[in-house]
């Protein structure tokens, strides 16, 4: 894949390479379907690419806990159902 550059990018903005794709893609889409492409929602999804939205702390934190509380119930899951390692133990 090329690399992104101002250059080279929708408008000369500092996107990545998905995010540049992404728009193409819209305005591909909207072009084949006769509509026009340079709406207040491309603009709303530039303004989100270049600057997204922050988290407040406590939204953070609380992704954070349910993520390891998720994290630790896939384990004990996972523990539960692997058969009893029998390693160490004689076979007669």
């Known amino acids: 894949m090329k690399e992104s ?5 929708f408008r000369g903005l500092p996107l990545t390479p ?3 794709s992404e728009i193409r893609h ?3 889409t909207r072009e084949r379907n006769g509509a026009q492409w ?4 491309l603009a709303a999804m530039l303004a989100d690419m270049l600057d ?3 988290l ?3 939204e953070r934190q ?3 806990d349910c993520t390891r509380t998720e994290h630790a119930t896939a384990l004990e899951g996972a523990d539960a159902e692997s058969p009893p390692s029998t390693a160490g133990r004689d076979a007669t």
């Open 38 to 41: 340079d709406t207040p929602e």
């Open 26 to 28: 819209y305005i591909h």
């Open 56 to 58: 407040a702390i406590e």
């Open 5 to 9: 550059r101002p250059s080279n990018t």
């Open 52 to 54: 997204p939205p922050e």
């Open 62 to 64: 609380s992704i954070d």
């Open 18 to 20: 998905e995010q540049d």
